[in-house]
């Protein structure tokens, strides 16, 4: 089945915990991306990857990292949480340009 | 550059009422299309897509046409059910860079 998978679905950390948000597709698909949700706000781009090894910011990079090493995954990196990177995250992968994106469950983190 | 603004809800209505969600969006070049949407506890999901002018998208009783001269692609149903409560986002795909998504619109449908 043709999925992308995010793990965990639900975290609670504290302050400055580094963490990681894992996100594998099984669709050989190109384009990878990491979006945020918030309320009244809708989704916001944190960063995207166009292949292996290229990653480029989107529009609310600041706080993350993120890496393509494989093709298949894309990690979400938060060296030092703070509260204000409580939301909820997605990621997103594409196969080509003009198509549609297909995304994981999505990952509710809470940073106290 | 490319953006997409989508009517802001919350949109209550009775079941078996006709839908609208309006979506504009501005884009250089032709971009594709899309709605998605998101039920309770879940991910985004497909809806409908379009990828050229004048196509119209269809799916589960939903319809929108990609009209390049208003630069819109309305959402609509003729008859809401209960199960179509959900957050539905209009969005926007153009080059090499990810999809460009409005802020949705909640819809509440009352039996």
């Known amino acids: 089945e043709a999925q992308v998978t995010q793990n965990p679905r639900y975290l609670i950390t504290v302050t400055g915990k580094k963490l990681t948000v894992t996100c594998s597709q099984n669709?050989?698909?190109?384009?990878m991306s990491w979006y945020r949700q918030d309320p009244g706000l809708g989704l916001r781009q944190i960063y995207y990857?166009?292949?292996?090894?290229?990653?480029d910011k989107g529009d609310v990079p600041e706080g993350y990292k993120v890496s393509r090493k494989e093709k298949r995954n894309f990690p979400l990196i938060l060296e030092s949480p703070s509260p204000n990177q409580t939301s909820l995250y997605f990621c997103?992968?594409?196969?080509?340009?003009?198509?549609?994106?297909?995304f994981g469950q999505g990952t509710r983190l809470t940073v106290v | 550059g490319n953006s997409v603004t989508q009517m802001e809800g919350p949109v209550t209505l009775s079941e078996e009422a006709f839908l609208t969600i309006n979506c504009t969006y501005t884009?250089?070049?032709?971009?594709?299309l899309f709605w998605y949407v998101q039920y309770p506890g879940e991910g985004l999901q497909l809806l409908l897509k379009?990828?050229?002018?004048?196509d119209k998208g269809s799916n589960k009783g939903f319809e929108a046409t990609y009209r390049k001269e208003t630069t819109s692609f309305h959402l609509e149903k003729g008859s809401v059910q209960v199960s179509d409560s959900a957050v539905y986002f209009c969005?926007?795909?153009?080059?090499?860079?990810?999809?460009?998504f409005g802020k949705g619109t909640r819809l509440s449908v009352i039996a």
């Open positions: 669709m050989n698909h190109e384009y």
């Open positions: 990857s166009m292949n292996v090894e290229v990653t």
């Open positions: 969005a926007l795909g153009s080059g090499n860079t990810p999809l460009v």
């Open positions: 997103a992968s594409r196969g080509q340009v003009r198509t549609e994106a297909f």
């Open positions: 379009a990828t050229k002018a004048d």
């Open positions: 884009a250089t070049g032709y971009p594709s």
